[in-house]
């Protein structure tokens, strides 16, 4: 499991839903519950249950033979022809849908599910008035963080909570594209291409094996976390309290070599997200390969659509921050 990385996945409920639990062993080979090891019986007694010589144990009939009263080799059982039970031993074995078990194609159906609940819920804030639209990014922001914690330690994963939350970061991701598109015309679809390209491009790197979350990656990606969440809270005090002017704080305010502090922090952070996803994509990885409950396919979805969410809002920031210094 890769640790370190989304905690949807890093809960106790997923990881705990993808691993097996440790076979006990009992030492210097003994059997439990008192048997003695190595088959062997009490003194005096004949072992592995063999009756003497001569005699059939456990009262079962000589080789070749049937049980007084049961059909013999190769008879079919009673109500079925011989062409029945061929067909039933043909057939092919269950596979982990028909188990209940996890699959690639039920974690691609329910992420599909909330993409398309996060496309309905931004689609609305397209035909309200601005006014209207700009709360709805501000009630979907709070709504979406506060369901986000829901479910994120909820001990079972719950389909509507987490379409809802879905729905909540469509108001949020529709009014900030609405916002920054009106001021720099064309940013929203580039984001959503952008995003696309990246989710893609991350996906066939990860099929190929070129790119996986080993444990030096896995501490370079914590380490930049922990620096751009400090940078993002430093930056969000300095907003609120009125400390910097521009609508992107110090990320346009500050230049390195005349190019805004906002360029280089945006291309740090959509690496993280990118990242981020082939964490996600071993994470699920790992849950089909163990057999993970066919429940856990939505905390699945849910983490995708989070991490989609991140960086897509990475990407028409840091697009509007390149816009905005032409």
Known sequence: MALGGNPIFNGKNFRGATQAPPVPAHPYGQNPYGQNPYGQNPYGQNPYGQAPYGQNPYGQAPYGQAPQGQPGWGTPPQGMSREQLEQMYNRPAAGPADTGRMTFDDVIIKTAACLAVVVLGAAVT?????GTASLLMIV???????????NTFKKQPSPALILAYAGLEGFFLGGLTRILDGMFPGVGLQAVIGTVAVTGVTLLLFKSGKVRATPKAMRFFMIALIGYAVFALINMVMMWTGAVDSPFGLRTEVEILGIPLGVFIGLLAI????FSLIMDFTSIEEGVRAGAPERYSWTAAFGLTVTLVWLYVEIIRLLAILRGDD
């Open 126 to 130: 397209l035909f309200v008035p601005m």
């Open 140 to 150: 979907g922001a709070l709504g979406g963080f506060v369901l986000a914690l829901v």
């Open 271 to 274: 690496g993280l997200a990118a």
